[in-house]
């Protein structure tokens, strides 16, 4: 047991060290192959990559994104006031609060119409610019 041990001892070291090394010689090899992947993925998405103009046009997409979504909001709250509305029974306090939903929905809707043509036509100018 004994001489077991004491051989154990003058390889455990080597071992150790082999275990612990053998992910750094691999890591080279897994990073190459990571990156060559996120690489394909990357322009698989099509998105802008490293163009010196293409952060303007990120930026255009990502406000047109968001003026998107929010019209897709107004036009939840108009459809909601109209149920409010039409389940009012006759109740005007019910009808006016419907009526308000509705009233402020359009003007919101009125300001993302806005935002949306000022915002392409900003973007579009600074298209045009840097090209």
């Known amino acids: 047991m004994k001489k077991i041990t004491a051989r154990l001892k003058k390889i455990y070291p080597a071992l150790i060290s082999g275990v ?11 990073l190459d192959l990571m990156k060559g992947n996120l690489d394909k ?9 490293g163009n010196p103009d293409s952060l303007p046009l990120l930026i255009g997409k990502i406000i047109k994104a968001g003026l998107t979504l929010l019209g897709m909001v107004f036009l939840v709250l108009i459809v909601y006031a109209g149920f409010v509305w039409l ?10 609060r ?7 929905s359009i003007i919101g809707l009125i300001v993302v119409v806005s935002a949306y043509a000022i915002s392409t036509f900003v973007f579009r100018v600074i298209e045009q610019a840097a090209s």
């Open 87 to 96: 389940l009012a029974g006759g109740r005007e306090e019910e009808v006016q």
């Open 41 to 49: 993925a990357g322009g698989a998405t099509e998105l802008p990559g």
């Open 20 to 30: 612990l090394l053998l992910p750094l010689a691999a890591n080279a090899t897994i």
């Open 98 to 104: 419907a009526q308000k939903i509705i009233e402020t």
